[in-house]
């Protein structure tokens, strides 16, 4: 391998350039002390109207930023690789903590990992910290159902998250609840947010902070990120609790903010509310752009804005700490690197007129003088010199591409229209070998990400340059093979999404992909939008999707997902109906009009719902899909002779499908074998082909009819209970808890525990009872004989007298069997089956059922 080959690996990076950052950490060290003076007169607190805990380092890309971001933490930390001729950091006590924000090709901050590295920063000084400890909980819990809270340490390995458990299990003991290291569920966000309403809170200190209880309804309504940021108000509520003197300084370093900065200001909102909320904590920001939080221009859409909030901000500030333009490095410095580097570590010996070239063309960047001294390693071999040297960065940029494989340069232009991709995605889109495309990904212009599926990202500088590489550059891109180029790569998303079809989590990250790639290029993705409305949990969905927007196809199907931010069912309708009024899209207006239909269906509007599903079938009478949705709408109205007529005009030709209808009819007869065995089979189908949404539904169903029959486990509805809660998904959570609560044979208690703990779901959802619940509870006080119970949900009954459905229908003959007269008129379910068999069927399942207990 030749030096050449190895020009973007750290061991040609100018590192030695930085020794000079002297204004910059002389900036920092005098903003630390002023800070920490803040902290210690009780200045840097919420209840002051100002914060004067922001420093900024702006300026061009490619200038050094990051590495004086990095250079400046290990200095205060007194780490080994801090610079030498910096001299000592102020000595500070406690010791000064640090938490690091990278936003480098990122375009959302993750807000709830930002509070908790914040929250790991203060954890080692042995204090609690229990209003944002029960607040980030809650909300998580919320937000994330199903997954437990990250293990993060602190510099010191000290356990975060044990720490946080520890903390919940003390103050939450008079509540009766207990937490454990694994995954934080809806239900267990339920009993937090009601442990903090009743006031049931081993601390009085917890149950007189008025902003957590704020907090967590806000949470219970909507967990946003916005909620989470506010969390960070929370963490200071505790910390001003700690004597000043024994907090540890702290800094937060946020590095690349120019990603989330401008545009529809939303990501910088976050960030804003974030710093305001943690005014002793002090925040090292280095980004391309100035921040114009004090302006009263765009950036005013902000939580928090004006030169009243943030006198340090205003470009006119004298004061540390405030905003810093980053200069490029001088001449001197790029002289001294130049000559140090001629004729050693492989460099060939320059002349003068070389290191001339070189430095007029650099403007003090570092990667320039990278690449430079890379293409004279090259340029000496080849006997060619001083031609090579000198010009501006992309021009540069586009000599380093000229002396690549084709192969590798194709892969770096496809690399720089995405945010992140892994060696698959760019031999897909590129055509290329697998070991090819990994060992461009070991190149080092080419950073590591966190991302699980996508662990890698081009440099930015890099990027940008090839972004605006002219078109008079040989084998340069022009615009139109830079978007035929985008749709290879949006095809090899296809392709990769058909790959993992059976994987959830990875199917989200690859139609996120495929979504940014849509709303960059303006390009337009059938498979994608069927993909999105595929995945469980449409409200998790939508927080992977672009901006809402009517300007694009994209934007269009993020407003039909923003539809499911709405708090409840009739809202959501009512956003639907909006949204099908106006001008979309065909495919983006078909979709939304079918989700209304269903919507409504699931509302209870069976007519309007069978209306629009039978002009969909007119529309499109060979479809599968919807021949099967009037008939079970049909069903689900007791118009069973009609449905009859209908499959006799539109028979299903889907084994599955098919065997779905048959089966619910069975159910609706009290023939639970065949009930159950044709939702099972039409569960597994639609695993198999990706539509996991649906097939989750009929998954709950099945376990349900198999909890009626006395054949199902409540491990089984465990599984089907996590998975429901951790894509956010709470009518399948519900079935999945009745049917766990009838399988709990022998043990009062514990059924009693999973029908409160069904309530607690509604109260985070509808706040309405259904025929799960219903259902569940009546077998619960047969079982158990107890007749209060029977009495309450007979009252409940009667006074909301619900309208007939099949589900319904079993509830009454429930009541029926416990001794009460029916409500609904009996309903022949055709085929020649009288009601009495059907009646009779129904008593039986009831008796097996009870006789387990």
């Given amino acids: 391998m030749s030096d050449f080959d190895r020009i973007f690996e750290p061991h040609y990076e100018a590192a030695d350039l930085f020794t000079n950052r002297v204004t910059e950490h002389q900036a920092f060290s005098r903003s630390l002390v002023a800070h920490r003076d803040g902290v210690l007169n009780a200045t840097a607190v919420l209840s002051q109207a100002s914060r004067c805990n922001v420093l900024t380092f702006y300026g061009l ?103 946080m458990v520890d903390t919940l299990n003390e103050i939450l003991a008079d509540a009766g609840a207990r937490f454990g290291m694994g995954p934080l569920t809806v239900r267990t966000g339920m009993r937090l947010v009601e442990a903090v309403r009743s006031r049931r809170l081993h601390s009085r200190a917890l149950r007189e902070c008025a902003p957590l209880v704020a907090i967590l309804d806000q949470a219970l309504r909507d967990p946003s990120p916005y909620v989470a940021a506010t969390l960070a108000g929370l963490l200071s509520w505790d910390l001003e609790r700690v004597p000043p003197s024994d907090r540890p300084p702290v800094v937060a370093f946020v590095d690349a903010a120019e990603y989330i900065q401008g545009g529809d200001h939303l990501q910088e909102k976050l960030l804003n ?17 100035a921040l114009a939080w004090a302006s009263e221009g765009p950036a005013s859409r902000l939580s928090a804005t004006g030169p009243h909030v943030w006198p340090g901000l205003a470009l006119t500030a004298t004061d540390e700490p405030r905003q810093h333009r980053v200069g490029d490095l001088s001449d001197t410095d790029v002289q001294r690197y130049l000559e140090m580097a001629s004729g050693s570590g492989g460099n060939p010996v320059l002349t003068p007129d070389e290191i001339f070239q070189i430095r007029q063309g650099s403007h003090g960047l570092p990667l320039y003088l990278d690449l430079s001294m890379s293409l004279a390693r090259a340029a000496a071999r080849s006997g060619i010199r001083s031609a090579v040297l000198g010009g501006s960065l992309p021009d540069l940029v586009v000599r380093v591409f000229a002396d690549l494989s084709d192969s590798e340069r194709d892969m770096a232009r496809s690399a720089s229209l995405l945010r992140r991709f892994d060696a698959h995605l760019l031999a897909q889109a590129t055509g290329s070998s697998l ?73 989200l990250d690859v139609v996120e992909a495929a979504s940014s790639m849509c709303h ?50 009739s809202s959501r309708v009512a956003r639907l109906e909006r949204l099908a009024a106006e001008e979309l899209p065909n495919d983006v207006l078909r979709a939304v009009r079918i989700r209304l239909a269903y919507n409504l269906r699931s509302k209870g509007d069976l007519d309007t719902s069978l209306r629009m599903l039978l002009s969909f079938l007119a529309e499109t009478p060979d479809s599968e899909s919807f021949r099967f949705q009037v008939a079970n709408t049909l069903r689900m109205r007791g118009e069973y002779d009609a449905l009859q007529r209908h499959v006799a005009r539109h028979p299903l030709g889907s084994t599955s499908a098919a065997g779905l209808l048959r089966s619910n009819l069975a159910y609706d007869r009290g023939q639970l074998a065949e009930a159950i065995e044709g939702v099972v089979r039409r569960a597994d189908h639609l695993r198999s082909v990706g539509r996991h949404r649906i097939a989750l539904e009929n998954e709950v169903l099945a376990l349900w009819r198999s909890a009626l029959a006395g054949h199902v486990t409540p491990e089984s509805c465990d599984a089907a209970i996590a998975e429901a809660d951790r894509h956010g998904v709470l009518l399948d959570m519900r079935t999945a808890l009745a049917a766990k609560s009838v399988c709990l044979a022998t043990s009062a208690d514990a059924a009693r525990s999973v029908l409160e703990e069904a309530s607690a779901v509604i109260n985070s959802g509808t706040g309405k009872i259904g025929w799960r619940e219903r259902s569940s509870t009546l077998i619960y006080g047969l079982r158990y004989d107890d007749r209060h119970r029977i009495e309450g949900v007979r009252r409940e009954w009667v006074a909301t007298r619900p309208p007939w459905r099949p ?15 029916p409500t609904y008129r009996p309903v022949e379910t055709g085929d020649g089956i009288e009601e009495a068999d059907v009646a009779q069927r129904w008593n039986a399942i009831f008796r097996s059922l009870l006789s387990h207990s």
Wanted: with cysteine.
């Fill in 61 to 163: 890309g490619g200038i050094g930023k990051t590495e004086l971001s990095h250079r400046l933490e290990r200095w205060v930390l007194n780490d080994a690789g801090a610079p030498r001729d910096w001299g000592p950091a102020p000595t500070l006590e406690p010791d000064p903590q640090t938490a690091r924000i990278d936003l480098h090709g990122r375009s959302t901050l993750d807000v709830a990992d930002t509070v908790l590295r914040l929250r790991a920063a203060f954890a080692g000084i042995g204090k609690r910290f229990p209003a944002f400890d029960l607040g980030l909980a809650a909300w998580w819990a919320l937000a994330h159902p199903g997954t437990p809270l990250p293990a993060l340490h602190d510099a010191r390995g000290f356990d975060l998250r044990g720490q």
């Fill in 273 to 289: 509310r974030i710093v305001h909320l943690t005014p002793a904590i002090l925040w090292v920001v280095t980004s391309r752009d």
């Fill in 435 to 507: 070991g090819d495309a990994q060992r461009f990904c070991r190149r080092s212009l080419v950073a590591e990400d966190t991302h699980a599926t996508f662990p890698f990202r081009l440099h930015d500088a890099v990027r940008a340059a090839v972004t605006d590489e002219p078109e008079s550059t040989q084998g340069a891109w022009a615009p139109a093979d830079r978007s035929a180029q985008a749709e290879r790569v949006l095809h090899a998303l296809h392709l990769r999404h058909q790959q993992v079809i059976g994987d959830v989590d990875i199917c």
């Fill in 520 to 569: 960059a290029f303006e390009m337009k993705a059938p498979w994608l939008l069927d993909a999105l409305t595929s995945l469980p949990g449409l409200r998790r969905t939508a927080d992977h999707l672009p901006p809402p927007s009517d300007q694009s196809w994209i934007g269009q199907v993020s407003r039909m997902f923003d539809c499911w931010r709405a708090p409840d069912q």
């Fill in 807 to 821: 589900e319904a229908c079993i509830t009454d003959r429930l009541f029926m069997f416990a001794g009460y007269p």
